[in-house]
Protein backbone atom coordinates (compact mmCIF):
# COMPACT_ATOMS: atom_id res chain seq x y z
CA UNK A 1 0.00 0.00 0.00
CA UNK A 2 1.48 3.31 -1.14
CA UNK A 3 1.31 5.94 1.70
CA UNK A 4 1.77 9.92 1.13
CA UNK A 5 2.97 12.38 3.19
CA UNK A 6 3.06 16.00 2.42
CA UNK A 7 4.72 19.02 4.13
CA UNK A 8 5.37 22.33 3.30
CA UNK A 9 2.56 25.04 2.10
CA UNK A 10 1.38 28.19 4.34
CA UNK A 11 0.67 31.33 3.66
CA UNK A 12 2.74 34.23 1.36
CA UNK A 13 2.54 37.57 -0.01
CA UNK A 14 1.52 37.83 -3.88
CA UNK A 15 4.46 37.33 -6.20
CA UNK A 16 6.33 35.37 -3.21
CA UNK A 17 7.29 31.55 -3.53
CA UNK A 18 6.75 28.34 -1.62
CA UNK A 19 7.70 24.70 -1.77
CA UNK A 20 5.75 21.32 -1.67
CA UNK A 21 6.92 18.24 -0.40
CA UNK A 22 5.67 14.89 -0.60
CA UNK A 23 7.14 11.67 0.70
CA UNK A 24 5.65 8.51 -0.97
CA UNK A 25 6.94 5.12 0.75
CA UNK A 26 5.37 2.04 -0.52
CA UNK A 27 6.74 2.30 -4.39
CA UNK A 28 8.84 -0.40 -6.37
CA UNK A 29 10.37 0.48 -9.45
CA UNK A 30 9.70 3.34 -10.84
CA UNK A 31 6.37 2.82 -13.20
CA UNK A 32 4.58 5.06 -11.37
CA UNK A 33 3.31 8.78 -11.61
CA UNK A 34 2.98 11.68 -9.00
CA UNK A 35 1.24 14.94 -9.03
CA UNK A 36 0.04 18.02 -7.14
CA UNK A 37 -3.61 19.05 -7.20
CA UNK A 38 -5.43 21.92 -5.80
CA UNK A 39 -9.09 22.55 -4.70
CA UNK A 40 -10.72 26.30 -3.85
CA UNK A 41 -13.15 26.59 -1.97
CA UNK A 42 -17.01 25.80 -4.19
CA UNK A 43 -13.76 24.43 -6.84
CA UNK A 44 -13.72 21.29 -8.32
CA UNK A 45 -10.56 19.61 -7.38
CA UNK A 46 -7.85 20.84 -10.50
CA UNK A 47 -4.60 18.79 -11.83
CA UNK A 48 -1.31 21.48 -11.28
CA UNK A 49 1.55 19.70 -12.44
CA UNK A 50 2.53 15.62 -12.53
CA UNK A 51 5.82 14.04 -12.96
CA UNK A 52 6.40 9.94 -14.40
CA UNK A 53 9.04 8.65 -12.17
CA UNK A 54 10.43 5.82 -15.05
CA UNK A 55 11.43 9.38 -16.92
CA UNK A 56 10.86 12.81 -15.04
CA UNK A 57 8.37 14.14 -17.86
CA UNK A 58 6.58 16.63 -16.49
CA UNK A 59 3.33 18.06 -17.37
CA UNK A 60 1.88 20.97 -15.99
CA UNK A 61 -1.98 22.77 -16.04
CA UNK A 62 -2.22 26.07 -18.19
CA UNK A 63 -2.60 28.10 -15.29
CA UNK A 64 0.71 27.24 -13.67
CA UNK A 65 3.25 27.06 -16.43
CA UNK A 66 6.13 29.34 -16.21
CA UNK A 67 5.65 29.47 -12.15
CA UNK A 68 5.79 26.13 -11.07
CA UNK A 69 7.97 23.22 -11.45
CA UNK A 70 7.70 20.10 -10.46
CA UNK A 71 10.81 17.54 -9.67
CA UNK A 72 11.75 14.15 -8.27
CA UNK A 73 14.24 13.02 -5.92
CA UNK A 74 13.61 8.92 -5.74
CA UNK A 75 10.07 8.41 -4.18
CA UNK A 76 9.53 11.97 -3.02
CA UNK A 77 8.25 14.79 -5.58
CA UNK A 78 8.59 18.59 -4.99
CA UNK A 79 6.48 21.93 -6.02
CA UNK A 80 8.36 25.12 -6.28
CA UNK A 81 5.84 27.75 -6.85
CA UNK A 82 6.76 31.01 -7.46
CA UNK A 83 5.24 34.14 -8.70
CA UNK A 84 2.48 33.02 -6.72
CA UNK A 85 -1.05 34.88 -7.05
CA UNK A 86 -4.15 35.18 -4.89
CA UNK A 87 -6.02 32.76 -7.26
CA UNK A 88 -3.24 29.85 -6.47
CA UNK A 89 -5.09 30.02 -2.85
CA UNK A 90 -6.57 26.42 -2.60
CA UNK A 91 -5.78 22.86 -0.61
CA UNK A 92 -3.09 21.37 -2.26
CA UNK A 93 -3.06 17.65 -2.57
CA UNK A 94 -0.42 15.24 -3.58
CA UNK A 95 -1.54 12.41 -5.72
CA UNK A 96 0.24 9.42 -7.25
CA UNK A 97 -1.11 6.10 -9.27
CA UNK A 98 0.04 2.55 -9.43
CA UNK A 99 0.96 2.88 -13.63
CA UNK A 100 2.52 5.26 -16.05
CA UNK A 101 -0.46 6.39 -17.65
CA UNK A 102 0.18 10.03 -16.92
CA UNK A 103 2.68 9.87 -19.99
CA UNK A 104 0.04 8.71 -22.54
CA UNK A 105 -2.81 11.20 -21.05
CA UNK A 106 -0.55 14.14 -21.05
CA UNK A 107 -0.62 14.89 -17.17
CA UNK A 108 -2.04 13.15 -14.10
CA UNK A 109 -6.34 13.22 -14.19
CA UNK A 110 -8.25 12.72 -11.26
CA UNK A 111 -9.75 9.45 -12.16
CA UNK A 112 -6.97 7.70 -12.79
CA UNK A 113 -5.54 8.92 -8.63
CA UNK A 114 -4.78 5.64 -6.67
CA UNK A 115 -3.54 7.33 -3.80
CA UNK A 116 -3.87 10.45 -2.09
CA UNK A 117 -2.18 12.74 0.50
CA UNK A 118 -3.98 14.25 3.38
CA UNK A 119 -3.58 17.95 1.75
CA UNK A 120 -1.82 21.03 2.80
CA UNK A 121 -3.42 24.70 2.78
CA UNK A 122 -1.90 27.36 0.41
CA UNK A 123 -2.84 30.64 0.83
CA UNK A 124 -1.76 33.67 -0.92
CA UNK A 125 -2.46 37.18 0.01
CA UNK A 126 -2.68 40.43 -2.36
Known amino acids: QVQLVESGGGSVQAGGSLRLSCAASGYTGSNYCMGWFRQAPGKEREGVASIYAGSSSTFYGDSVKGRFAISQDNSNVYLQMNSLKPEDTAMYYC?????????????????????WGQGTQVTVSS
Open 95 to 115: AATDGGGCVWTGGLRRADVNY
